[in-house]
Every structure is written in C-alpha cells, then in structure tokens.
C-alpha cells in the first residue's frame, strides 16, 4: 500500500491560515495582514484559501469582501456551519466557495448541536442545494469524523454525494488519526462517493503531515494546511511539511508551486504572530540542512544527496557545514580552509583538526575559533 506506485491524485491545497490559523493562540490577523498573507500564498500557488466565517465578526466579513476583490488564482473560501443564514452572508460576501461543517461524532451529536443523524442529512442537504443554486462551490464535512460511526459517516457522505456537492471533508478534529486509519478510511470513502474527498488533519499526536499524505494516496484530492501548521491547540498538517513530504515522494509533484517562496511566506506568518520559525521546521527551519557529523560531511561535500532527500538550492536556502566541534573531519575543515582561501597541505588540515578535536573537548569552540586556528596554521609541505 506504500509503494511507490500509488499514484497520487491531481491535488489541491487549501490554505487555512486565515481560518484554522486564526484559531492559533494569540493571532491576530488586520486585513491588511491578511491581504499580504493571501497575496504570498497565491504567488506560491494555493489552489484555495479558506477564510473564518463572516458571522465571527464584521471584520472578519469585510476581510472575506476585501480578499474576493483581490486580483488573485486562488479560489476563495468561508467556512461555514450548515445554516442558511451564515451561507446567505457568505455568499453576499463574495466567495466562489463554502466549506459546510456538521458534527456527527456522539460527543457532537450529544454535547454540541444535539442533532440525530436523519436532522444532520436533512439539514445537510437543503443547505448544499441552496449553495449550489446560489453557484457556490459546495464543500460538506462531518467534523470529529474519526470517532463518528463508520457506517454513519458513509451514510451522510452519501446523501450529500447525491444532493449533489461538490466535495466531502473528513476531518480528524482532535488528533487522533494514524496513516493507516486515514489510509483505510479515505479509500472506503473513494468507494462510496464520486465527488472530490478533503482531508483536515490535526496535529496533537503528531501524524498531520503522514495522515495528509496517505489521505491523498488513498484518493483525496484536496488537504488543509497552514503556514507553518497553526490552527487550534498545536494546529494542523502544516504547507511546508506536507510540500518536503510529497517533494520525497515525487519531486514533480510540487513543480506547480513556487518552492522558494516557502521560507519567505513562512518568516511573514511567523513575524505576524511574534514566533519565531521552529527550529525544526523542515526544509526552512534553521538546522533543516545543517550538517555536523564528520562521516557524514565528508560525503555531503562530495555529493549533498547523501545526506539529504532535499535540495535545499530548490527552495533558496543554504547548506550549513558545521565544523567547529569535536565531530569534525578533515575533509570539512579543508572545505574550510578552501572557503577562507587558506591553502594547507595535508598534514597541516590534519594537525589543525587535531587542534579543533582538542579544544572543542574543552569547551564549546565556535567558527572563529577554528578559523583563527586555520589562520595560524603553517603550511607545511608534503
Ligand atoms: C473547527 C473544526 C474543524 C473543522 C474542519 C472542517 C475541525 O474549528 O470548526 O470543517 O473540515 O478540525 O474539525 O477545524
Ligand atoms: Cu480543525
């Protein structure tokens, strides 16, 4: 089921920054934030963005109006619970789609709208063909879909398949999915309806980007991420993650975006919420393709794929070869020398390694500590 000839499904993107994100802690988006935002990930290539309801508030309605009169290829959506008033405003807002949300977890049906399946299919139905009537593109998801019945949710897919939508939404609200999971039931759905399959994943027990991945392999055709994955709690499957994940898999798969647009998109988002990227953030994070090791340097210096299942030149950022520790290498303190345009003979990088090894067991040493050594280094002749 993992191999590689499953083919991936024609994909889309939908942005959630300017909704799911919005329920990040602390953000804090203006419409001119989320004019700025929405214009990078269009020039990045979203195929959609996903903006929080216009009943949240008025600034939130004038943000969805605002970005409708955008020049922009993204298709502009509102999420939306299934009630007709909210789809009224959403289409006088202007959007070219609605992303409909019902719960039909019991925990949903029981603590929250108090709904029994029969009231959610009819209250499901008359709001797509209203939607659609109107000529939006219509989008029915069954919220907390992982801990709903299985036979339930097939049966609500179903009818909304037949009431004619667009797209059906799974969504793993709390975290809970794992690939297979995600894999199984994607494909049982892929049996059941014609129309096109959404996959939201969050992340709280780490699986958003692995649970996107096999959604899309079991036959979604469109995921949810944000910028750098923020949504409620510890958010969802985030854009770059996803992008490093498909890249790994098929690097053809992610010609249709402007890859070196990631690092940029994502310092704006992070600058807007007063975060820093994480670290660990692949491909953009600060130690994505920092490299220490000495076996594993030497190879990187001769060819980076060894070590690395990312180009990092394919997204404009840089390769760090880390020399100043005591896991250095002779070829990495050469590529060193090289780069300072220090001309050593082989002892001499040898001996100067040596010295590096030495301090660097005494205390942390930094780069100026190794380029001073280089620097003092007597050329010795072979
Ligand atoms: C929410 C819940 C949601 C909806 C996802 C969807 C979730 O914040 O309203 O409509 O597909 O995680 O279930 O984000
Ligand atoms: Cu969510």
Redesign the pocket.
């Known amino acids: 089921m993992f191999n590689r000839s499953v083919p991936l499904q024609a994909f889309n993107f939908i942005d ?1 920054t300017l ?2 994100g919005e ?1 990040f802690r602390g953000t804090h988006f203006s419409i001119d934030d989320k004019r700025e935002i929405a214009t990078l990930l269009d020039a990045f290539g979203v195929e959609y963005m996903e903006l929080s309801t216009p009943v949240a508030s008025p600034q939130s309605a004038d943000a969805i109006r605002a970005l409708a009169d955008m020049p922009r290829k993204f298709k502009l959506l509102t ?1 939306i619970r299934a009630d007709r008033d909210d789809a009224r405003l959403a289409v006088d807002c202007g959007v070219d789609g609605a ?3 019902i ?1 039909t977890s019991t925990y949903m049906r029981e603590y929250s709208h108090g709904k029994s399946l029969e009231q959610v299919i009819d209250i499901g139905q008359e709001i797509v063909a209203w939607l659609k009537a109107q000529g939006i593109e219509t ?1 029915f ?1 069954t ?3 992982f801990r709903s019945n299985f036979a339930d949710v097939m049966t609500v897919y179903r009818a909304m398949d037949l009431a004619g939508v667009d797209r059906v ?6 975290g809970i999915a794992d690939p297979l999971r995600t894999y199984n039931l994607i494909s049982n759905l892929r049996e059941v309806v014609d129309c096109d399959i ?1 996959f ?3 992340n709280d027990s780490g699986c958003a980007v692995a649970n996107a991945f096999c959604a899309l392999q079991a036959g979604a055709t469109h995921v ?1 991420t944000t910028v750098l994955g923020i ?2 709690r510890n958010g ?1 499957t985030p854009m770059g993650a996803l992008i490093g994940r498909l890249y790994s898999y098929e690097r053809a798969l992610v010609d249709k975006y402007d890859l070196p647009l990631l690092a940029q998109i994502e310092r704006v988002v992070a600058g807007k919420l007063g975060i820093e990227v994480p670290f660990n953030t692949p491909i953009t994070g600060a130690v994505a393709f920092h490299h220490k090791a000495g076996v594993h340097t030497k190879a990187v210096l001769r060819n980076p794929t060894t070590y690395e299942a990312i180009n990092p030149e394919d997204f404009g950022v840089t390769r760090y070869i880390d020399v100043a520790h005591r896991l250095v290498g002779r070829n990495a303190i050469r590529d060193r020398a090289d780069s300072l345009g220090i001309d050593l003979a082989d002892e001499a990088i040898r001996q100067v390694t040596l010295q590096v090894k030495s301090l660097a067991d005494e205390r942390q040493i930094s780069l100026d500590d190794v380029d001073r050594m280089l620097g003092e280094a007597l050329p010795v002749v072979d």
């Open positions: 959630s909704r799911e329920q999420h992303d409909v949300y719960g989008r998801s919220e907390d879909t939404g799974v969504a793993d609200t709390v959404e939201h994943g969050h949810d949504g409620e969802i």
